[in-house]
């Protein structure tokens, strides 16, 4: 996969991936809202306060949403879940990097409070909500990277 993001993101690979993340994201989500601890939530929450926090670069809130991804995977309780995270990490890494909300003071707002939702979900043990904010955000970051690439 290291090899294949090095080449390039097209669009082929970039639908590939929200595939992929549209299928086992959400019910990753949905898992960490049955099974998560309070020290996972904790971590989440760091995750969301990196977000939120005037990031160095694009590759920093990049960075901190790939940990909050990771986070919602190990909150799961299922090491599976946790392992497609890290499989994904580098071509997750690259796609969040595509077109980062930071340029953007209330896009990066709106894009921090959608990732904020999947966590109030998750902390309510609302595993349908859940499951429902992670497709959101899913969603709107491809829509967001495939907007931006055909105005390139």
Known sequence: LSWRVALG?????????????????????????????????IVMRRAIAGMRGEPASDYGFARAD????????????????????????????EA????????????HRDTVDAHERIIDCIEARDANGASAAMLAVIDAGHHRVEAERERD
């Open 96 to 107: 969040f990097t595509l077109s980062p909300p930071t340029r953007t003071p209330n896009l």
């Open 9 to 41: 993101m097209d669009a082929d690979f970039r639908r590939d991936l929200v595939d992929v993340r549209r299928a086992m994201e959400p019910a990753a989500a949905a898992l960490a809202a049955e099974r998560r601890t309070e020290a996972d939530l």
């Open 66 to 93: 790939l940990e909050l991804h990771v986070a919602i995977g190990a909150a799961s309780q299922n090491p599976m879940m946790r392992s497609f995270a890290s499989v994904i990490e580098t071509a997750l890494l």
